[in-house]
């Protein structure tokens, strides 16, 4: 069985995407893991690992339309604190904090290189 190893986030302001990272995955308890040539690994609670990088190929980073990054998080409140904590920095809306149907609560941003990211909670999270 196959679970997600790591997920690679291109960026065109390292230093930028950094900061806003660093305070983001270390209000969900992520922190840095590695430097590496490319960009700089961070290591989750969940043991999936996120990359912020510069592109392999030198071209300039641009968010995939339709590609989005979710993060199940441990709580209906941890949904709309981890919302407003990357508005705060940076982020733009993309869906604030609310039930989806029947599937838990979500919100959604998109990072400041554009780069769309979900919070969620199910009660069955699985």
């Known amino acids: 069985m196959g679970s997600l190893g790591y997920a690679c986030i291109g960026t065109n302001d390292f230093d930028g995407a950094l900061r806003f990272y660093d305070a983001l995955f270390g209000a969900m308890g992520g ?17 999936a690992a996120v990359g912020i990088v510069r592109p392999f190929d030198g071209q300039p980073a641009h968010p995939g339309n339709g590609t989005m990054l979710a993060f199940r998080v441990s709580s209906h409140p941890e949904v709309a604190r981890l919302h407003e904590l990357a508005m705060a920095l940076g982020a733009s809306d993309e869906g604030a904090a609310g039930p989806r149907a029947d599937f838990g609560t979500f919100a ?9 990211l979900a919070f969620y909670y199910r009660e069955r999270n699985s």
């Open 31 to 47: 922190r840095r893991l590695m430097t590496t040539p490319a960009g700089e690994i961070y290591a989750l609670e969940s043991g």
């Open 108 to 116: 959604y941003v998109r990072d400041p290189d554009g780069n769309k």
